[in-house]
């Protein structure tokens, strides 16, 4: 599918409101150009005595009028300007949730922190400077350009082609010159800066480990010179960004005394009157703050370049959001695929990440019936997390395929929440009350579904002992609870869900034993009738499981029930010795 740029659609969208601002932009302009020559006139018209107190009176009048119009227009362009441009940036962040969303269990692997945060910060901000600070005052340049060369060219053709050099200096050859001396420049600002936001968040998520180990010092240090570096070709921009204005003000200065040349001289030659000269003169300030800002303008377009590529790669299909096509299946109405019983097959998959990688799976087989109960083994990057985001529809094989009641897993896409639950190492409690966390299940679920989803994950007593039961805030991340507790909100919260199918991707790592074997008794007890599929590094437990298999490299190396698995082969055996050392 071609992709949707991040530029013409809210041109398109928003044309009629671009026009008015860009109209309002040229009438602020022309305000103040209006201004600056009825006062340039009125001043000339002042110091000699005038034949008729109307020639007074006018120019007084229109001092006032477009002194008057001049700030309401301006005030009109920058509230719509502003409106429309909140408008877009409120539907970029929203679109750019829209791409990562379908790719939520990519992020981890695919993007940093720091990434994900620039994106929705610096990257979008930047966006809508296009239109703000680059689009609207360029065209606005463009405008009152044509109208001065216009204007100039009624009086004489020859002086206005020579005016019309002098601006042509400033709307685009210093634009140009300026691009040309500081694109390198803008671009490694915006890469230092994202990489500097990429370490912040790294040592802000891992700060206690910086105090811990007594290096927090040594964090600050580097940190530090980085920001120096920043801030070495910042100070070069800034440089060259005070040479630009004072090289665009002196062709402003030329530009002013070539007018008062000229105008001298047509007031010398009789063409018009000595009160027009000041007229004249004046009106080259406002015209000149229409120009000058272009450079700038222009001088942004590589940070908008670097931001277009990051936004634009996150776009690329890497497996998870190529569902398009396959949305167009027919699919059963969520509230039915919750009940409905559920049959996962996966026939000879495999899948790697990129063509010339190892493959993550390989040949893979698996039959999962409604109510079966599989453990997954094998160590890290034996091709576990993979071949559940397969089994999830998150990527579709390369090779064979993956089926959920006989259609192809990839397309349930967003419906896939309605079918199969997870709950992993490390659930996210979200900074609001305990009942809110675990109704993240089902949003639409009454206080009595909550009450008995807690009472099945133990919850119950734990929450009798909270300040305000249910309502009590679990704090950032969950820090008012320890691990356990918090596997047993979100085990409540799966449970409200009532998927028929829940991956347990290795839900009990960093609880000590006792806390892991009571948690693993009350999942395997409230999952009384739902397809299991448990992912873990050890066999604790694996002897409540219809089938056992062992990964290794992306291939099943073992597969069976524990007692086969613990008959048969002496590395399984030898595996459950070491989690159980008791007697068999």
Not at 114 to 119: A, E, F, K, V, Y
Not at 301 to 318: A, F, K
Not at 460 to 466: A, E, G, K, P, Q
């Amino acid at each position: 599918m071609k992709r949707e740029g991040w530029f013409a659609p809210y041109v398109s969208s928003y044309f009629w409101r671009f026009l008015l601002i860009i109209a309002l932009g040229a009438l602020t302009i022309f305000s103040a150009s209006s201004l600056m020559y009825t006062s340039g006139f009125l001043i000339s018209k002042a110091s000699i005595p005038p034949e008729n107190i109307l020639m007074i009176y006018v120019p007084i009048v229109g001092v006032r009028t477009f002194g008057t119009s001049r700030a309401v227009i301006h005030y009109v362009e920058r509230l719509v300007g502003h409106d429309t441009i909140l408008r877009i940036l409120s539907n970029m962040r929203v679109r750019l949730y829209r791409i990562l969303e379908p790719q939520a269990l990519f992020l981890s692997s695919r993007f940093r922190t720091g990434d994900i945060l620039g994106m929705l910060a610096d990257d979008i901000e930047y966006l809508q400077n296009v239109y703000l600070r680059t689009v609207f005052p360029s065209v606005v340049a463009l405008l009152i350009y044509a109208a001065a060369v216009i204007s100039l060219g009624t009086f004489d053709i020859a002086f206005a082609l020579l005016m019309a050099l002098y601006m042509l200096v400033l709307v685009v050859v210093l634009p140009l010159i300026s691009l040309f001396f500081t694109q390198k420049r803008q671009r490694e600002v915006k890469q230092a800066r994202n990489s500097l936001y990429q370490k912040l968040t790294d040592a802000v998520l891992g700060m206690g480990d910086w105090v811990i180990s007594g290096r927090q010092s040594q964090f600050v240090e580097t940190y530090e010179a980085d920001e120096k570096k920043v801030a070495r070709t910042d100070a070069a921009l800034r440089s060259w960004a005070r040479l630009r204005m004072f090289i665009g003000q002196a062709i402003v200065g030329i530009g002013v005394l070539t007018l008062i040349s000229w105008a001298s001289g047509q007031y010398a030659d009789g063409a018009f009157a000595g009160t027009l000269i000041a007229a004249f003169v004046l009106v080259v300030f406002p015209v000149a703050d229409a120009f000058l800002p272009v450079s700038e303008a222009v001088e942004k377009i590589p940070q908008y370049r670097n931001s277009l590529e990051r936004l634009s790669g996150v776009e690329e299909d890497n497996g998870a959001t190529a569902h398009a096509e396959l949305e167009q299946v027919n699919l059963e109405p969520v509230e039915q695929l919750k009940s409905s019983s559920t049959h996962i097959q996966l026939r000879n998959a495999g899948y790697r990440y990129d063509t010339g990688e190892d493959w993550s799976i390989r040949d893979l087989t698996l039959d999962l019936p409604q109510g079966k109960k599989i453990a997954i083994i094998g160590r890290s990057g034996a091709g576990k997390s993979t071949l559940l985001k397969v089994i999830q529809g998150a990527i579709k094989p390369a090779i064979g395929s993956a089926v959920i009641n006989g259609i192809d897993a990839a397309a349930y896409g967003e419906k896939i929440p309605a079918i199969i639950a997870v709950l992993n190492q490390s659930p996210h409690l979200f900074d609001t009350t305990v009942a809110n966390n675990i109704r993240l299940g089902n949003p639409q679920a009454s206080d009595e579904d909550l009450k008995e989803a807690a009472a099945l994950a133990k919850l119950d007593t734990l929450i009798s002992t909270l300040p305000e039961g249910y309502n009590t805030p679990v704090r950032e991340a969950g820090q008012r609870f320890s691990g356990g507790e918090r596997q047993r909100i979100a085990l409540a919260r799966i449970l409200l869900q009532n998927t028929p199918v829940v991956i347990l991707d290795e839900p009990t790592v960093g609880l000590d034993p006792r806390t892991e074997r009571e948690l693993l008794a009350t999942i395997f007890t409230a999952m009384a009738g739902k397809s299991l599929v448990w992912v873990t590094h050890h066999l604790v437990g694996a002897e409540q499981m219809d089938e056992v298999i062992f990964m290794e490299n992306g291939s099943v190396e073992m597969r069976g029930t524990h007692a086969e698995l613990l008959k048969r082969e002496p590395r399984y055996r030898r595996l459950y010795e070491l989690d159980r050392p008791v007697s068999l």
